[in-house]
């Protein structure tokens, strides 16, 4: 049978999100992924028209099942609405938490308002939908259960003028550890991806040169290099792996 995914956070076609959601397609995993235009919007000046017909036809070239469905994770109960999609698909075996709100923050600006955009994203349905699939995986016997959560190495050092980002990604690194001992009874694995610095179409020319020489690879991040260990980390391989904060970085150095 084949395995089904899903995966948040899935709104460009230059981004992690999607890249991870070809990645599993051409290894045969069907997809359930989530969007929202708003952000996308808000954000990047711009939302791509029609792109969850556009990208489910592509996934579908692979010879598996893809549907996107629009969810304002913000929302208490997008959690959810979110597995009850994926289960009328079948029975999901893969989680991935790639939806994140990032907005620059810093100690003349942040605000309570600023600060919950960032935590009713970034932590509160992160850890809701994690839990709510790990009680599906242990109500239905499943093992094998990938959880994958993506953070941004806070622990590797400072992020001055994102600090609602960057506390609420951190929280996200705790919430995978402890959540990986809970779930591992039932053959349930927790980890978190830290990409670093990942050109999904925000850098400028400048950027890439200025980041270009951290890299001791000699190259920026791409999303492509993000998917490609979450394809890892959904194999039978990787059974052994969880609670852990894997730091992909091409040997980015921050100082």
Not at 24 to 49: K, N
Not at 150 to 174: C, E, I, R
């Amino acid at each position: 049978m084949s395995k089904l995914a899903i995966v948040t956070g899935v709104g460009r076609s230059e981004g992690i999100g999607a890249a991870v959601c070809r990645e599993l397609a051409q290894e045969g995993i069907h997809l359930l992924f989530t969007y929202w235009g708003s952000y996308d919007h808000e954000v990047y000046g711009q939302s791509e028209e029609a792109w969850s017909t556009r990208f489910q036809t592509e996934l579908c070239s692979y010879g598996v099942v893809s549907k996107g469905i629009e969810v304002d994770l913000s929302h208490p109960d997008a959690y959810a609405s979110i597995l009850t999609e994926a289960t009328e698909m079948g029975e999901p075996t893969i989680l991935i938490n790639n939806a994140t709100v990032s907005i620059e923050t810093n100690y003349e600006s942040l605000t309570a308002a600023m600060l919950d955009r960032h935590y009713e994203v970034n932590m509160r349905s992160t850890f809701l939908l994690s839990c709510e699939f790990a009680k599906f995986l242990k109500e239905k016997e499943l093992r094998d259960g990938r959880i994958i959560n993506f953070t941004s190495g806070q622990d590797q050092g400072p992020m001055p003028n994102h600090l609602a980002y960057a506390a609420t990604k951190g929280a996200v690194s705790a919430f995978t550890s402890s959540l990986s001992i809970e779930v591992a009874h039932f053959g349930c694995t927790v980890n978190a991806i830290n990409p670093g610095p990942t050109d999904t179409g925000w850098m400028t020319e400048e950027m890439k040169e200025h980041l270009q020489l951290k890299f001791a690879m000699g190259r920026v991040g791409e999303p492509a290099d993000a998917a490609r260990l979450v394809g890892f980390l959904v194999r039978p391989e990787s059974s052994w792996i969880t609670g852990q904060v894997l730091h992909s970085e091409g040997g980015y150095q921050r100082s």
